[in-house]
């Protein structure tokens, strides 16, 4: 479609004017937005947009007051993110629905086409689909559209972006007061003869466009770079190169080296009054961050730096994150740190890393798709391999999954995935990857896109278009830091018994997810599962039901697990769950008795069951009911 003609839908809209295009280009989508049911932090909905300079420029005069808050407080400016609208015709989003109905081979199981037409129609707003996000930063190199509205992003724009096929240009505009802003968008689809329609360059694209780096994305953790000896000569022919690989123009290069070379030093001297030298002439990696966070600091020379486009702050945190990427080294300069004052759980290895050949192919396999496919340095691509291997096996050990051997044995896609919606909100992961920098958060993503690209577009269509399942608190294994902290293990109700009465090992079932029951837990609690209705309505068949050890307290009126020999109860056996009651009558000698023990049903469908003298002799109470929790 001609400019001409968008121009004149946006203008019929109030966005009168066309201020820039964010991608004139066909731009392959991310990994971000490929599978809708991925829940995975940014990926949940998240567009990000890797601009080039002038974009960022084009963005800083729409968002003036935004972005200044934003240098000033990134959390502050969180409540400011400025809304934009968003429109896609209706015509293109069913054309390239037809080609992903077509792509997954015309299979309704996969794509429903009848059924998706029917949803975009419902949303049409006289000829287009219109909806909402927010635009946020997260570094000023990196800004990005965020949160968009569920009905029509979430359950019809994203189900035609076909895993590594689907591309979309999108063009910037505003209303005549410059207050409002609107994206619009054209969607193409990649054929299966690997040739992206593009009307206006011509071009054949196979593989994305590479993505821009963040200045604080995460590189590297047991393996850091230090400081560098390099000549002034070399360290501006490795930026340069760096640059380079950046996809930067040569005229953006000499700007970065200049603006190093003179406006940092500046903004130095408007901090203390002394004279710096250029940061080009230091390679220490410490000293370079000391600077950042200096000037940075200072709410005087963030409004000169703003006035000044940003230009300082870009060009020193491109060049601190050479520094970070460990591109002036070929290989990483590793600490040497006593492992007897190493803080605990970081360095020391508690276990086995040796890997079975199966496990050493995948890692090999891994540190290969860093290099050839996400294109990563060395010091990388070696430092994610190591915190999958050591430090993320360890934390998934400790608080997700006990039995886990090391990240490398997991080549589950689905399992993957499940692992990656939960194991941040563990607290103690969360802490830990916040602690790295988010180079935990960074390499795991990376193994599970690994996993990905391993898959057929067919298998990566049966994930994201399958129904949403709930999730069942109950796990087969659970890090052994949450076993009775956040999690009680499930018993069958023999083995409670004979684990809980004779201290006997018992194999358990699952775990059971407690974190949002409001109690707390302890060693001597456990959960069977409710058999029959005999305790309705408080408790139903099948529920999970929550028992703290009997310790000789009184039952008085109590629900208990109970163990009767030569009774057959509910379970089909010797067990049942049921309120004790007795009469209580002090003998010749004043000591209190129980008699006439009854072992009362709540549903009154059901005869108490009456325990003789003979028979509480061998009346065991096992545990004493707390609570049932649902499934």
Known sequence: MELTRINELMSNRGYTKAIGAIFSNWELVKDEILLPNRKAGSGNGTVHIYLLEDNMNMFRECFPDYIKKFNLSPESA??????????????????????????????????????YVNKVIKQDDNGMLVFNSLFKLSTEDRPYFKQFDKAIFGKIIRYIFVPRKTAYKLYLYSDEEYKNFAVFWIIGQETDDTYIVNAIEGKKTDTPQKEEHVANEPTESET????????????????????????????????????????????????????????????????????????????AIVEWNRKEHNRASAALHI??????????????????????????????SRFDFTLTPEESKQYEAYVAFLKDVKHSSEVTQNSYANILLKRMSNLLRDYYQSDLRNVFAITDYKKLMLMESE????????????????????????????IEQTLSDEELAQIAFSEDGTKDIVSSSVGKKQQFTTHLPLFSVDGACGYFANSKEAEVEGWVDMSKSGIKLTPDMFV?????????????????????????????????????????????????????????EANEYGVVQNSNVELRPLNQAYKPIKVSESMAQDLKTIGLFVTTISK
């Open 78 to 115: 969180e409540k400011d993110c400025p809304q934009i609208q968003h429109f896609v015709l209706t015509s293109n989003i069913l054309t390239v629905a037809g080609f992903a109905y077509n792509h997954y081979r015309c299979d309704a199981n996969v794509f429903n086409y009848s059924d």
């Open 224 to 299: 850091e770079p230090q400081s560098v000896k390099l000549s002034p000569e070399d360290v501006i022919a490795t930026f340069t190169r760096y640059m380079q690989e950046k996809d930067k123009s040569e005229k953006t290069i000499s700007s970065y080296i200049g603006n190093l070379n003179n406006l940092i030093p500046r903004a130095q001297k408007m901090l203390d009054g002394k004279d710096h030298p250029s940061p080009l002439t230091i390679t220490d990696l410490k000293e370079l961050k000391a600077i950042d966070k200096a000037l940075w600091s200072n709410p």
């Open 319 to 348: 060049y601190i994150a050479m520094y970070e990427d460990g591109y002036v080294v070929s290989a990483p300069i590793t600490k040497n740190k006593d492992k007897k004052t190493a803080k605990p759980g970081k360095d020391v």
């Open 423 to 450: 194991i941040w909100e563990v607290k103690e992961i969360d802490e830990a990857n916040s602690a790295s920098r988010g180079k935990l958060m960074a390499a795991f993503r990376a193994y599970l896109e690994f």
């Open 528 to 584: 069977v599962h409710a058999c029959g209705d005999s305790m309705e309505p408080k408790i139903h068949d099948g529920d999970l039901c929550i028992f703290r050890k009997y310790n000789g307290e009184d039952r008085m009126d109590n629900i208990i697990l109970t163990q009767l020999t030569d009774h057959d109860f509910d379970y089909g056996g010797m067990y049942t769950i049921k309120k004790f009651h007795c009469n209580r």
